[in-house]
């Protein structure tokens, strides 16, 4: 009961704090929160309204730029042959502006005032990790601007600034949680649980990943500070215990986006993956797909090619027998195994063989055994010895990333990060889509989205101009 109610109040903050359609006019011209609304009871709207962007048909719709899944209908099969136009992901943009930025900006405004820093740490983290969301599909983003009552048609800031601003607020996140809060977090927060150093670890594994993404314009540099960002992660305690997701009931309100999905079946099973899990005896197959459909008909571990449309036949999808997709299972947004990995890459790139063995190895255990199905499963050991047991002369940043792709399953965004800043080269059977005739859907990977159709309505002048989908962002030169 006591649980139901919390939902209750959550769905109650977010139908006064979320409008998926409102403009910076509509944003910076009233008030979205309530005034005399409390930042413990703003902090858990925002935190539900955010991370609920996050899997199934949101977040998910990415999963045929990875490859981990493919399109079977509709908007699915678009996403799988690159058809996208100014009304794709939409609603990322504009639910997170009028949503939890907004929020996160009063929370942190009236907890600063009152001396509550827990909130205003938590506020600053998460708001560093929604200008990350934005600014890695659209490159430039509103953000000095945004939220200025004075100004409807703000301007667009650069990406290297926005990254520039996403580092300020972890780092301040992180002195602010370390002191004196006059109001407990654990009466907001509903993700960790008001544990103070499970934000403090989040803060720093956020900041290695955003450091890490600018491996292509500053290798070593990127590398330096992602390390020294993983190592105060792990002096906070971090660990699977501590992972950054959304957990939802399993009610039928409040069911994980995934098993949504899974009643409703727009992505499929790649078939270039699951025929790796299954070549591999990989022990997350079943982790990952169900073998049955939504009907009940048995359908085995099938997957459909990338980009052949839609076909009238049954494939695997992500569903409840699984790790992933039970109605109440968690969905995963920042993770201790996602560091580990992190930590393997940097140490690579500055020749840290030793140190980038170990991390790979401990990463691929940690995710295992974290999602693997069946508890004893005789899959685990073989699999381990084969693709986590490296030494320092055979870690390659082929394996890293590839391992790395396997085990960042439904985290889409921040899988196609990663591929763009490898140019697609891990996995090695990463190919263009193509077409049931056989044709490529394009000349090349896709790697942005395009700015939504309201904002070029509403703040045309502003606006950046965008040559198309396969126009790259800032730190993907």
């Keep these: 009961m006591k649980n139901n109610i919390k939902i209750f109040l959550l769905v109650f903050v977010i139908l006064i704090n979320v409008s998926c359609n409102k403009s910076f006019e509509e944003i910076n ?135 520039s601003e996403i580092q300020r607020l972890l780092l301040e996140a992180i002195s602010d949680l370390g002191k004196t809060s006059f109001r407990s977090l654990a009466d907001g927060d509903f993700i960790l649980k008001g544990n103070v150093n499970a934000w403090k670890a ?102 459909k090619a990338n980009g052949t449309g839609a076909i009238p036949e049954n494939f695997s999808v992500v569903g409840p027998n699984g790790w992933y997709g039970k109605p109440n299972s968690d969905h995963m947004v920042a993770t201790y195994f996602e560091l580990l990995f992190i930590e393997a890459e940097a140490a690579f790139r500055l020749g840290n063989l030793p140190r980038a063995a170990a991390a790979h190895n401990a990463a691929v255990k940690e995710q295992i055994q974290l999602v693997a199905n069946t508890p004893g499963d005789s899959r685990i050991a073989p699999y381990l010895a084969t693709y986590g047991n490296e030494s320092s002369s055979t870690i390659t940043i082929g394996k890293i990333m590839t391992e790395k792709w396997k085990a960042m399953f439904t985290m889409e965004e921040e899988t196609w990060t990663d591929l763009r800043r490898h140019n697609f080269a891990y996995p090695s059977w990463l190919s263009i889509p193509k077409t049931l005739a056989g044709t490529p859907v394009a000349s090349e990977f896709i790697r942005r989205i395009l700015y939504p159709q309201d904002e070029l309505d509403k703040n045309p002048g502003k606006v950046p101009k965008v040559s198309g989908i396969f126009e790259r962002l800032w730190w993907d030169k």
């Excluded at 105060?232 to 994980?256: P, Q, R």
């Design 29 to 163: 011209s009233s008030k979205n929160n309530p005034e005399n609304a409390t930042v413990n009871v703003l902090l858990s709207g925002a935190l539900y309204a955010q991370l609920d962007n996050f899997g199934g048909r949101r977040e998910g719709f990415m999963g045929p730029f990875t490859q981990h899944f493919a399109g079977y209908y509709t908007s699915g099969v678009n996403m799988d042959q690159y058809v996208l136009d100014n009304s794709s992901f939409s609603f990322l943009f504009t639910s997170l502006y009028s949503g939890p930025l907004n929020s996160y900006k009063d929370i942190i405004a009236k907890a600063t005032k009152e001396g509550s820093w827990h909130y205003v740490g938590a506020a600053k983290v998460m708001t560093a990790l929604a200008l990350g969301t934005l600014t890695d599909v659209y490159g430039k983003i509103p953000w000095k601007e945004a939220f200025d009552p004075n100004n409807v048609f703000p301007a667009y800031d650069d990406q290297e600034f926005i990254y």
């Design 202 to 303: 989040s803060a720093n594994l956020l900041a290695a990943r955003y450091a890490n993404h600018l491996s292509k314009i500053d290798p070593i540099g990127s590398a330096t500070k992602a390390l020294a960002f993983v190592d105060a992660a792990k002096a906070a305690g971090i660990s699977s215990a501590t992972d950054l997701k959304m957990k939802y009931e399993g009610t039928s309100e409040l069911s994980n986006r995934w098993y949504i999905l899974y009643t409703d079946a727009a992505l499929v099973a790649s078939k270039h993956f699951i025929d790796s899990l299954i070549s591999q005896n990989d022990p997350r197959l079943n982790s990952y797909w169900s073998d049955v459909s939504f009907e009940g008909i048995f359908i085995g571990f099938k997957g």
